[in-house]
């Protein structure tokens, strides 16, 4: 149960990430429209190798320190943080309706999507600011399981992201629009409400292993 557990929060935490309008979306209509559906999954596949990359030296260069109550704590702590200030930031964008599907412009690309999904993900801060605290608290979670634990996380990380963007793809190649403004918008202020409970939890937890409990 506790896998699944991982494995469903990190699909929902990695799916609201994913539906927020930014660089790694623009590219997707923008190589959608140039290359056709497959770009989406194809610049995903560059994402998920970037990220593979991070999980292991994330595994290799803290495996000493994994163990240690108070790193364990501080990262749960950041981590939950880090999630209500996302959560948050979802709500109002809905509320105020500054979120939206829409791009007015397109980033044209030479590179392909595979090393697209690479380089728009590397060169990306938010990305970095989420691996730093939710993806490392992640890592530490799911590590109590083994390698089995780090590939359902992984899985289901990944995962969200490839729904996502397939589906812009989709819709970008097919011209049609399968929810509207509202329902996205909707969909963004349900996930942030999801966000801001799992924080609660990860700043509980945090604080827990940082007192030793």
Same mark, same amino acid.
């Given at each position: 149960m506790e896998l699944l557990g991982i494995f469903i929060t990190s699909l929902m935490v990695a799916f609201s990430g994913a539906m927020i309008p930014g660089p790694l979306l623009t590219v997707t209509i923008s190589e959608s429209h140039q290359r056709g559906f497959w770009a989406g999954p194809l610049i995903i596949l560059g994402h998920a190798i970037l990220?593979?990359?991070?999980?292991?030296? @994330?595994?290799?260069? &803290?495996?000493?320190? *994994?163990?240690?109550? #108070? &790193?364990?704590?501080?990262? =749960?702590? %950041? =981590?939950?943080?880090? %999630? %209500? $200030?996302? =959560?948050?930031?979802? %709500?109002?964008?809905?509320?105020?309706?500054?979120?939206?599907?829409?791009?007015?412009? *397109?980033?044209? +690309?030479?590179?392909?999507?595979?090393?697209?999904?690479? *380089?728009?993900?590397?060169?990306?801060?938010?990305? #970095?600011? $989420? $691996?730093? +605290?939710?993806?490392?608290?992640?890592?530490?979670?799911? @590590?109590?399981?083994?390698? @089995?634990? @780090?590939?359902?996380?992984?899985?289901?990380?990944?995962?969200?992201d490839l729904i996502w963007y397939s589906a812009v793809s989709l819709m970008v190649v097919t011209g049609k629009r399968f929810f509207g403004e509202k329902v996205y918008r909707g969909t963004i202020f349900a996930c942030g409400i999801f966000l801001i409970l799992l924080a609660a939890y990860f700043v509980f937890s945090g604080l827990r292993f940082f007192l030793g409990a």
């Amino acid at each position: 149960m506790e896998l699944l557990g991982i494995f469903i929060t990190s699909l929902m935490v990695a799916f609201s990430g994913a539906m927020i309008p930014g660089p790694l979306l623009t590219v997707t209509i923008s190589e959608s429209h140039q290359r056709g559906f497959w770009a989406g999954p194809l610049i995903i596949l560059g994402h998920a190798i970037l990220e593979l990359a991070l999980v292991v030296a @994330l595994v290799l260069g &803290f495996k000493g320190i *994994f163990t240690n109550h #108070t &790193f364990v704590g501080i990262i =749960g702590f %950041l =981590g939950g943080l880090f %999630l %209500l $200030w996302m =959560g948050s930031d979802m %709500l109002r964008g809905a509320i105020k309706k500054t979120m939206s599907f829409e791009i007015s412009s *397109f980033s044209k +690309t030479k590179i392909g999507p595979v090393a697209a999904g690479i *380089f728009v993900s590397l060169s990306n801060p938010y990305w #970095t600011i $989420w $691996w730093a +605290t939710i993806g490392v608290a992640y890592v530490l979670a799911a @590590l109590k399981f083994g390698v @089995l634990g @780090l590939i359902f996380f992984f899985t289901a990380h990944i995962l969200a992201d490839l729904i996502w963007y397939s589906a812009v793809s989709l819709m970008v190649v097919t011209g049609k629009r399968f929810f509207g403004e509202k329902v996205y918008r909707g969909t963004i202020f349900a996930c942030g409400i999801f966000l801001i409970l799992l924080a609660a939890y990860f700043v509980f937890s945090g604080l827990r292993f940082f007192l030793g409990a």
